[in-house]
């Protein structure tokens, strides 16, 4: 049961511009929610979280948009670098269970 | 470095055989976190131990086991090998048990292949 679900399994996207990067979930009891990023032969490093008290949380060229109604989340990164890309994972979290679910990732490909 | 170091990094073995992977966790941290990534799937959460005890279990396999030390290092059991099986198996650790507010940090991760 796929509780987090990335459904672009990859994207591009020009230097410069911006990369939206996004995620759904369907368990209201998520109440934590967070972006990690991964590259190839590495283990998946924290990006970026918000609770479910906030809407927006943002950290230099990356912010995180919950819309809680709609069940989705969203990570802009402005501006996009070659750096940046990566396989970006969402994922969510309760204070009622003791795990994280992960989504499936969408790989960011960032042009030159 | 994340400062959760995963042994071996790689690991090749034949069907029907048993392999031990092992996790040594941040410093401080007393939750461990074990998942598997196969195919560039996501990653799949197998079992989570907090400070010795097991305390949550996703879709981990009967011939998969795990477990926490006094030391918090972790290890995972896998055995009756299959060849879809092969996958990257990560660690992550955390501060607490309640991950509210807190994030996990994964190690490199064991990439196991059956042959």
């Known amino acids: 049961d796929q509780q987090v679900k990335q459904n672009s399994p990859s994207l591009s996207v020009q230097e410069g511009r911006i990369s939206i990067l996004n995620c759904d979930y369907t368990n209201s009891m998520f109440d934590y929610f967070l972006w990690y990023k991964k590259y190839p032969a590495e283990g998946p490093t924290f990006l970026i979280s918000?609770?479910?008290?906030?809407d927006k949380n943002e950290d230099g060229r990356f912010t995180v948009f919950l819309n809680k109604s709609a069940k989705h989340l969203s990570l802009h990164i402005v501006p996009s670098q070659p750096g940046d890309s990566a396989v970006y994972f969402c994922a969510a979290s309760s204070s009622n269970f003791n795990k994280f679910y992960f989504g499936s990732g969408t790989k960011l490909n960032v042009k030159p | 470095d994340s400062g959760v170091t995963q042994t071996p990094k790689h690991l090749i073995t034949a069907t029907g055989q048993r392999v031990t992977l092992r996790c040594s966790p941040r410093s401080g941290d007393l939750s461990v976190y074990w998942y598997q990534q196969s195919l560039d799937q996501g990653l799949q959460f197998l079992i989570q131990y907090y400070n010795g005890e097991e305390r949550a279990k996703g879709n981990i396999l009967e011939r998969f086991s795990a477990q926490q030390f006094p030391d918090l290092h972790s290890e995972l059991n896998l055995s009756s090998l299959e060849l879809g099986d092969s996958a990257l198996y990560f660690c992550a650790s955390s501060v607490s048990r309640d991950r509210a507010r807190t994030e996990a940090f994964f190690g490199q991760g064991t990439r196991l292949t059956v042959v």
């Open positions: 918000i609770s479910s008290i906030k």
